[in-house]
């Protein structure tokens, strides 16, 4: 199973520290703090920002948290998203030692837990998402060819239709020549 999100960096923009990341020893690692000091370098930090480069997906929370999340280029640009919404959803950023102003054992421990349950949970999701799919395109197809066969019968009906106006107007045009060769032989 490819994971869906394989690093995450957050910091504290007023306290201007990295809180955490995970996993530890990343090859991600320097490239999110360079993105991350790239950011402290702009004069107008806004609120509820975010910013995609390259798979690297970041975020500045109203509570002035950062967040740097790392997928794979194959990976559906919702992943990261959602990880990052559930990082904040989660408060993570709210673990921390005070002395340090890092994650504390705890918080380490829950990110570590939220970064593979959701690699987990969301590749499953995907799959369910892609059965419901693949169902949904069946039963499209099928509804196609019901729709074309109604079409074919409303055509096969106007075929009848035409036919029995024609049956009934020659059966006129014989009974109205019968009657006339009555009348002529009486």
Known sequence: MSKKVE???????????????????SNYENEAKDIYNDFLALTNKQQKFYYQKDNFHYYLSAKNIFYCVYSPSDVDDSFPNDFILELETNNISLLIDESSNK???????????LFNDFNEQKTERKSKVNDIN???????????????GMVQNVDSMKDIEEKSVQIKSSSEEFKSKAQAIIANRY
């Open 7 to 25: 690093y995450v960096l957050i910091a504290n923009i007023d306290k201007n520290i990295i809180i955490g990341s995970y996993p530890n020893k």
């Open 103 to 113: 994650l504390n054992t705890v918080g380490k421990k829950e990110l570590a837990k």
């Open 134 to 148: 693949i169902e949904l395109k069946q039963t499209k197809d099928i509804m196609k060819k019901n729709i074309e």
